[in-house]
T-cell receptor, first 115, second 111 residues
């Protein structure tokens, strides 16, 4: 089945710095990827839809200048958390869909801790 | 925005017992999905449902797409310790569309 690779799995950064998270679709092409954020013991909240070759679509309340999304190829989308603050600490997860599959495949997530 | 009401929030059961959880929505979905998430990992798709009334099984798991298209349930039969985790329902309006997730059901199985 489809595999989505997400990197890094864990990252600790200082306040004010930026962090880039990569999401790769392995062995399939994904014109659309989704980025979610999950707080402890809570559900997944959709942040944005990443579209290959065009601008991402952000959900209401998500700052596009803070969470930069780049979907430069059919197998790679990146999420950059700019000028990170402790409240940005969370679990970030991406997902993508292979055309022949049911449902979306999720990456293994990135645990971001901002200190 | 849309909301999915998932219940129960948590369950504590003995190994071997059956489990049932459900999701309801105020709006209609064209697709219902059930995922399981282990700690520190991304969700893994268990079952996808595409038609109202559809009943689908995956091993000990059975899920149904409600006739009204506003609800779905997931049953787990003869639970085992590795069933422990958080189960999420998700609704989609289209196959290529984004998913709205329920709040999850945390399952604990006592050996």
């Amino acid at each position: 089945g489809a595999v989505v690779s997400q990197h890094p799995s864990r990252v600790i950064c200082k306040s004010g710095t930026s962090v880039k998270i990569e999401c790769r679709s392995l062995d399939f092409q994904a014109t659309t990827m989704f980025w979610y954020r999950q707080f402890p013991k809570q559900s997944l909240m959709l942040m944005a839809t990443s579209n290959e070759g065009s601008k991402a679509t952000y959900e209401q309340g998500v700052e596009k200048d803070k969470f930069l999304i780049n979907h430069a190829s059919l197998t790679l989308s990146t999420l950059t958390v700019t000028s990170a603050h402790p409240e940005d600490s969370s679990f970030y997860i991406c997902s993508a869909k292979d055309r022949g599959d049911y449902g979306y495949t999720f990456g293994s997530g990135t645990r971001l801790t901002v200190v | 925005g849309q909301q999915l009401n998932q219940s129960p929030q948590s369950m504590f059961i003995q190994e071997g017992e059956d489990v049932s959880m459900n999701c309801t929505s105020s709006s209609i979905f064209n697709t219902w999905l059930w995922y399981k998430q282990d700690p520190g990992e991304g969700p893994v798709l268990l079952i996808a449902l595409y038609k109202a009334g559809e009943l689908t099984s995956n091993g000990r798991l059975t899920a149904q797409f409600g006739i009204t298209r506003k609800d779905s349930f997931l049953n787990i039969s003869a639970s085992i310790p590795s069933d422990v985790g958080i189960y999420f329902c998700a609704g989609q309006h289209s196959d290529a569309g984004k998913s709205t997730f329920g709040d999850g059901t945390t399952l604990t199985v006592k050996p």
